[in-house]
Every structure is written in structure tokens, then in C-alpha cells.
Nanobody
Framework: QVQLVESGGGLVQPGGSLRLSCAASGSIFSINVMGWYRQAPGSQRELVAVITAGGSTNYADSVKGRFTISRDNAKNTVYLQMNSLKPEDTAVYYC??????????????WGQGTQVTVSS
């Protein structure tokens, strides 16, 4: 089975930083796009940032210039460096991966989510 396990969430003051990690494990043939989404209470899940296997990135306008997505293909891991955090960044953050456990068999997998709370 494939699992995505996130870590690095927590409580931080406004203006602070956090780094989220998400490691994929199990039967993995290849991983294409990896990304981070977030969901605040009462809101829909929204895209934060995505990164392709080649390193191309895309960000939500609300996080551009503050968040940086990166990945280590050798470790099947994606990271989200979050700087200058604001209270409105408070949400459960989910990672996902478009992953092929075997050749030609691709689907999207999700992590369990990690809470990020920005508050003084």
C-alpha cells in the first residue's frame, strides 16, 4: 500500500515560520505532481502549491512570495516552507501525490493532514 505521511504542523505566532514535510512510502513506481492543499473551518479545500517531478512550481496568489514548495525525488518527499505566516493561513494542510504504484497505473493519493495554527 501507498501512504503519504505529513509532519511539521503546529502553533506559530504571526510572522513566524514552519516547514511541512510529506513522505510517500510503499509500492512506488513513479511520482509526477506533488502538492499541498489546505482547508480552513467552514471553507473548501484549496490549492496552496504544486511541484512537478522536474521542479516546475505553481502557487496560490495568497501565498506567493511567502511559501516555497520543494521536493526530494530520491526520498519521495515534498516540503512546504512557510514564512511570514498570517492568521488566515490557519488550516489543516494536506499533501497529495499523483503516483503510480506500478507502470501505467496512476492515481492521486492524499495524506491525513496536519494542523497549522497561526495565532498570538
Amino acid at each position: 500500500q501507498v501512504q503519504l505521511v505529513e509532519s511539521g504542523g503546529g502553533l506559530v505566532q504571526p510572522g513566524g515560520s514552519l516547514r511541512l514535510s510529506c513522505a510517500a512510502s510503499g509500492s512506488i513506481f513513479s511520482i509526477n505532481v506533488m502538492g499541498w492543499y489546505r482547508q480552513a473551518p467552514g471553507s473548501q479545500r484549496e490549492l496552496v502549491a504544486v511541484i512537478t517531478a522536474g521542479g516546475s512550481t505553481n502557487y496560490a496568489d495568497s501565498v506567493k512570495g511567502r511559501f516555497t514548495i520543494s521536493r526530494d525525488n530520491a526520498k519521495n518527499t515534498v516540503y512546504l516552507q512557510m514564512n511570514s505566516l498570517k492568521p488566515e493561513d490557519t488550516a489543516v494542510y494536506y499533501c497529495n501525490a499523483d503516483l503510480s504504484p506500478t507502470y501505467g497505473n496512476t492515481r492521486r493519493y492524499w495524506g491525513q493532514g496536519t494542523q497549522v495554527t497561526v495565532s498570538s
